[in-house]
């Protein structure tokens, strides 16, 4: 089947089968490998994208249920050659080691942080807690958010 | 002298520069992080080739068996299914590290499940699952041994007949279903723990563990431009891997190319060969490329986790608090292949003394094949599991002297140049340092017996060896004075290339940004053991720095030639080579490029080779193959818990981790390591095992397998103890594994203080705690 | 295997019906998805038609009625952690919808996919019994109401036929001084499925304290512990010992099984525990309302 979406603020027309994961639809239809698969149930947050604002774990929608809906991968984050917020933190911060959660991990920030402007400790673990990261103990993913909150919740102002 | 550079919470990018550095010992950001946090990076799983074929495995769904039959005629003609291959399909020669005892597909029986029985390449992985599924096996079960009790007794059946004809490159002693046992001792264990005042003995336990990346296995093998065969990998040893790929297939190494892509973590899990050789062997015969992936659960079944250890120990003392003697056994479930289980239960055998002057010692060690998973090693090494048992188990002694158990420690503490039951000598010991430090960061002081109720702490030394045979690298300096290093050392998450090119940058003189490290292939690189052992900064470091301090002699050459002067009146800094008595007269390095290029002697290219390993003189005998470490790293933890005494929960409140590190050459990266590795040791502390019964894995999958997430994890107090080691680059000594070994003693130690039971197996589980707290109230 | 064929996204109640209706097509409904697409594949049976109830008018609302609130089975769990509505009347349900995985989960899975997916550890269904829930069921032939507490016959079954669908769910007013709440017993704080769930409610009435105790995780279905409730019903004061029969009654009434997230016999006796543990929590709460 045909579906037509928006990605990264462009509109897509892509050809799925009915069982198609968004997940596999945006990394092989769309070629946004940015996007990963850590387990496919929806237990580690690496799929993490934006679906209408919200974000939510793409390995479980159904791509043909996002026809007509608005998305947007770690690719479409950032400004052209400026990062966004968000991933400028992460790199100042450390918050980037093997980086294979960091995609999702930073959607999800960027979502906690839109709903969120000056979030506490626990708000960010709160958000964060569906997000698996292997490598760094999340210490610096946290320092990362608190920085990159400074500069959001400003400019939300 | 003892620096000790106390760090409180981390807050971001910190400059902790020496004098006389300009890039080392600064937390500069790391070199792949860009293109991580964009989404631009090419992990295995991201690799894809036009026409590529995916395959998928038929894993054995029983621990032990007979293959009477495997008939894939209905997945063969399943249209899109372009290959089925069998053990028939698959060379006979046996390959392996430590011990050659695998096979790239089962023949003739399965031992594990998990075991490989087939594999299939089809148009797309829908239709290679489709395909798999239609394949009929027929088995004839056979009685499996599922523990290593059961393999251990007289008349156990042998899971690897032709074990005694295994090649290997050490000669283990083997017997039965052992693979490998070493003994190794010191003084007269009997006679003084008769001597002592106060003996101690329990048996403790450590869970299976997955090394569990966010990023599962995946590879593609196909063919270059020149038809060569080539595989595309996530690889922690790309050189190993590179080695057993070609032997499993019986290919000379030329014939065969591995280029390792982004790793998204390896932790132990991606070690010499474990997808390539039968995705190669796919593409072989189809002719076409292959994507060989696992899914999550496949992760689990397929992987080489971390064993489970059972370790016997005996400790004594005498009254004054002074430690006469140890006695321990330690088994490890080596299940179906020995992998890496031979090199995690000798490096138990050599980690045995801890951080501790025990007189007389009596080690055992044994790897027992069984049918369980195929286990192999993560994180930590032997060490882990031996410190584990080791570290609580001193806490049990302290408190039957009714001494404090980190007065007890420091009692007993090792020195300079006292020499370890594997007979390396450790110098530059800063162990009462780090035990120094977290004592007073932690308050343990004024905390311990004092803590409120359900509440515990507690303390754990750890020391771990650094460096570990070879590593070479080469810098070339490009026409635009620009430097390039080729080395097959792998980026695996852990900041390996940044530091490199950091090391780079500070001999060369020339700013981070003129340093690129080339992405590894086994064509351009020479050997490396790989990101493995916490050695990649003083290994893979001193390579570079070598091949660094080569290139500048040889830039310093070149520009002498040119400015007509004697080569030792040349300095190379800040991005030129100048006559040192006279700055101005000088050149860029661009031009000393260029001049080398067009000119005259040839492109620069600076040589590094590094081993720092040795091997001893004299076999030490008992069956024990491990050499002469170059140096070890130390370290403390203390944790502080809450507990739940009527579910069992546990609640980690605190955490102070202290380690002696040598130089940090990138303190934000090495305090990102020491974090991440606390974390993972948590996890297998409290929440972490794969349960394992008639030889299945029962959860392998992420919801009933438990990553600590963001609320698990508390806040960790990192400090570091830097005084330079002898050899290591700049000083440094190693911390990639150190640090995951403390937490399953010091948790340990601090749920038995607030609970009042002793606790001798982790992952200490709610149901576990509770069940140890209620029998203790009968 | 199965497989799905087909895709159908209608926007009104009138246009799910029919398929719903018409077995040949084999049609399942999907809400969030978090578990159908999870499980269906490991289904043997024909290929399915899905129909995704997100987008039709009605089910995604939360309405304040006369007689209690109706939540639209598609009402998205975060929705429900978010609603001020739900916080400040029937805060017990956040207290579950909340503890549900993990934020980007909440995002897709609704209550309704909760409850008709019958788990016997659901976070949502054991705070839902405890307020004494109504299903109201829709299918081409008409309506009905089934009280959740008839809701679940088994594992991951309903009293759903082939044809009907949960359209909302009716939660009564819960008496005015009513305390609840729910304790999900788990090894991580996130991300884990309950090992066991109870759930209390609390209130004085005339005829003294009335409770409610739900149960997920050791039986079946999730359950109320009426046996238990009776050993409270009517009391004027649960000191320990009251508590303490209650919690051990409640322990008897159920049949946890072992698996991979624990033991049949640590699950008896957490729920020993923590049903003890959650009235004594809630009779000083209602002890400290009263007393001004």
Redesign the interface.
């Known amino acids: 089947?045909e579906i037509m979406l928006t990605v990264n603020g462009e509109a897509l027309s892509l050809a799925v089968a009915?069982?198609a994961?968004l997940i596999d639809t945006l990394?092989e239809a769309a070629d946004?490998?940015?996007?990963?698969?850590?387990?496919?149930?929806?237990?580690?947050?690496?799929c993490?994208v934006l679906?209408d604002g919200?974000?939510?774990?793409s390995c479980?929608?159904?791509s043909?249920?996002a026809?007509g809906k608005d998305i947007v991968?770690?690719?479409g984050?950032?400004d052209g050659d400026n990062?966004h917020p968000v991933?400028q933190a992460?790199?100042?911060?450390?918050a980037?080691?093997?980086?294979?959660?960091?995609?999702g991990m930073?959607m999800?920030t960027a979502a906690l942080l839109d709903e969120e402007p000056h979030p506490s400790n626990d708000q960010?673990?709160?958000?964060?807690?569906?997000?698996?990261?292997?490598?760094?103990?999340?210490?610096?993913?946290?320092?990362a958010v608190n920085?990159a909150a400074l500069i959001t919740g400003e400019q939300k102002e | 002298m003892t620096t000790s550079t106390t760090k409180g919470e981390?807050?971001?990018?910190k400059e902790r520069t020496k004098p006389e550095y300009t890039i080392v010992g600064k937390?500069v950001?790391?070199i792949?992080?860009?293109?991580?946090?964009?989404?631009?990076?090419?992990?295995s799983?991201?690799f894809y080739l036009k026409g590529m074929l995916h395959a998928k495995i038929l894993f054995s769904d029983r621990p032990y068996a007979r293959i009477v039959d495997i008939d894939a005629s209905k997945a063969l003609a399943l249209p899109g299914v372009k290959a089925v291959v069998t053990g028939d399909d698959a060379p006979d020669n046996r390959y392996g590290v430590y011990l050659e005892d695998k096979i790239i597909l089962a023949k003739g029986a399965v031992t594990y499940v998990g075991d490989r029985v087939a594999a299939v390449a089809a148009v797309s992985e829908a239709i290679a699952e489709q395909a798999v599924e239609l394949i009929e096996v027929t088995y004839e079960d056979l009685e499996p041994l599922l523990d290593t009790d059961a393999a251990l007794a007289p008349d156990a059946p042998e899971l690897h007949p032709d074990l005694a004809d295994y090649d290997a490159g050490f000669p283990y002693i083997r017997y039965g279903n052992v693979c490998m046992e070493a003994e190794l001792a010191r003084g007269d264990v009997d006679s003084a723990f008769a001597g002592s005042d106060v003996v101690v003995e329990q048996t403790y336990r450590t869970g299976a563990i997955n090394q569990?990346?966010?990023?599962?296995h995946a590879c593609v093998a196909g063919f270059d431009h020149r038809g060569r065969l080539t595989v595309w990998t996530a690889t922690q040893q790309l050189s190993v891997c590179h080695a057993e790929l070609a032997s499993a297939l019986g290919l000379s190494m030329g014939e065969v190319k591995v280029v390792a892509l982004?790793?998204?973590?390896g932790?132990g899990g991606k070690l010499k060969t474990n997808l390539e050789p039968l995705c190669a062997l796919l593409a072989q015969n189809t002719g076409q490329s292959v994507r060989l992936a696992l899914?999550?659960e496949e992760e689990f079944i397929a992987a080489n986790g971390r064993a489970p250890f059972t370790i016997r120990i005996k400790l004594g003392a005498t009254r004054d608090g002074k430690l006469t003697a140890s006695d321990i056994d330690i088994v490890a479930d080596a299940g179906a292949y020995a992998d890496h289980v031979i090199g995690t239960a000798s490096h138990a055998l050599s980690s045995s003394d801890g951080v501790y002057r025990f007189p007389s010692m009596k080690v055992r060690t044994r790897a027992v094949y069984t049918n369980n998973p195929d286990y192999g090693c993560m994180r930590g090494y032997g060490t882990i599991q031996v410190n584990f048992a080791l570290e609580a188990h001193m806490n049990v002694l302290a408190r039957a002297l009714g001494i404090d158990p980190a007065e007890l420690r420091l009692h007993n503490l090792l020195e300079d140049g006292d020499e370890l039951i594997s007979r390396s000598r450790v110098h530059d010991v800063h162990i009462r340092e780090t035990m120094e430090t977290a004592l007073a960061q932690s308050g343990y002081w004024d905390k311990a017996g004092s803590m409120p109720p359900n509440q515990g702490i507690g303390i754990a030394n750890m020391v771990k060896t650094v460096g570990l045979l070879s590593s070479a690298a080469n810098i070339h300096l490009n026409e635009d004075g620009t430097a390039a290093i080729t080395t097959a050392a792998v980026e695996?998450?852990?900041?390996t290339h940044t530091v490199l090119s950091q090391i780079a940058a500070e001999v060369l003189g020339i700013p981070l940004s003129e340093v690129s490290v080339a992405v590894p292939d086994s064509d351009s690189t020479a050997y490396d053991l790989g990101s493995i052992a916490s050695r990649t900064v003083f290994d893979n470091g001193s390579a570079v720095r070598l091949a660094a301090e080569n290139l500048r002699d040889k830039i310093a050459g070149c520009a002498a030639g040119a400015l007509g002067c004697e080569v030792g009146e040349v300095s190379v800094s800040s991005g030129r080579a100048y006559v040192t008595s006279n700055p101005e007269n000088g050149m860029t390095l661009r031009e000393v490029a260029g001049t080398s290029i067009y000119g005259f002697g040839g492109p620069l290219v600076g040589v590094g080779s590094w081993n720092a390993y040795k091997h001893h003189d004299e076999p030490v005998g008992g069956g024990f193959g491990e050499g002469i470490y170059p140096t070890f790293g130390f370290g403390t933890h203390v944790a502080e818990v809450e507990i739940d005494p009527d579910t069992g929960q546990v609640s980690v409140l605190d955490y102070t981790a202290c380690h002696d590190v040598g130089k940090a050459i990138n303190p934000?990266?090495l305090?990102?390591q020491i974090?991440?590795?606390?974390?993972?040791g948590i996890g297998g502390s409290l929440w972490e095992e794969m349960l394992v019964a008639d030889g299945r894995i029962l959860n392998p999958?992420?919801?009933d397998y438990r990553?600590p997430?963001?609320?698990d994890?508390p806040?960790?107090k990192v400090s570091t103890v830097e005084v330079p080691d002898a050899l290591g680059p700049f000083g440094a000594k190693g911390i990639g594994e150190h640090p995951i070994l403390g937490p399953g003693p010091a948790i340990t130690n601090a749920v038995s203080d607030a609970a009042g039971v002793s606790i001798n197996q982790i992952p200490i589980t709610p149901e576990r705690l509770a069940t140890a707290i209620d029998a203790a109230a009968e | 295997m199965a497989?799905?064929?087909?895709?159908i996204?209608p926007t009104d109640i009138e246009a799910v019906l029919p398929i719903l209706g018409d077995s040949e097509r084999n049609p399942r409904v999907?809400a969030?998805?978090?578990d159908l697409?999870?499980q269906y594949q490991h289904q043997d049976g024909p290929d399915l038609t899905?129909i995704?109830i997100?987008g039709v008018r009605g089910l995604g609302e939360i309405v304040e009625a006369e007689d209690g609130l109706r939540i639209g089975a598609a009402v998205c769990l975060?929705d429900i952690v978010g609603s001020e509505t739900i916080a400040h009347r029937i805060p017990v349900l956040v207290e579950g919808a909340v503890v549900v995985?993990?934020?980007?989960?909440r995002?897709?899975a609704t209550i309704g996919g909760n409850v008709c997916n019958a788990s016997p550890s659901a976070d949502t269904i054991t705070p839902l019994l405890v307020l004494d829930a109504e299903a109201q069921i829709r299918s081409a032939a008409g309506s009905r109401v089934v009280s959740l507490r008839d809701f679940f016959v088994g594992p991951g079954q309903t009293v759903l036929e082939p044809g009907e669908l949960l359209e909302s769910l009716l939660i009564p007013w819960p008496a005015p001084g009513t305390e609840a709440a729910y304790t999900k017993l788990s090894p991580r704080?996130?991300?884990d499925l309950a090992v066991v769930g109870v759930a209390v409610a609390l209130w004085q009435a005339g005829s003294g304290i009335q409770t409610r105790i739900g149960l997920g995780a050791v039986a079946p279905t999730p359950l109320r512990a009426t046996v238990a409730e009776d050993v409270v019903n009517g009391a004027v004061v649960i000191d320990l010992d009251l508590a303490a029969e209650a919690g051990a009654a409640a322990a008897a009434a159920v049949s946890p099984i072992s698996d991979v997230r624990g033991s049949a016999g640590y699950r008896r006796t957490m729920v020993e525990r923590l049903v003890t543990r959650l009235l004594l929590e809630l009779s000083e709460r209602v002890t400290k309302a009263r007393t001004p």
């Open positions: 089947m009915p069982d994961l990394r946004l490998t940015g996007s990963k698969k850590g387990c496919a149930t929806g237990d580690c947050g690496a993490t679906l919200r974000p939510v774990t479980l929608v159904l043909a249920t026809q991968t770690i690719e984050l950032a990062l991933q992460y790199v100042d911060f450390g980037v080691q093997c980086g294979y959660c960091t995609p930073i999800m960010i673990k709160a958000g964060l807690a569906g997000n698996l990261c292997r490598c760094t103990g999340y210490s610096k993913i946290i320092d920085s | 981390s807050t971001g990018v937390s950001r790391r792949d992080s860009i293109a991580k946090v964009t989404g631009a990076s090419k992990y799983t991201d569990a990346p966010i990023e599962p982004e790793c998204g973590g932790f899914t999550r695996i998450g852990t900041g934000m990266a305090e990102g974090e991440g590795a606390i974390a993972q999958n992420f919801v990553l997430t963001i609320l994890m806040r960790v | 497989s799905i064929l087909e895709v996204c999907i969030g998805g978090t697409l999870l899905v995704d997100t975060a995985a993990g934020p980007q989960i995002n897709l704080r996130a991300m």
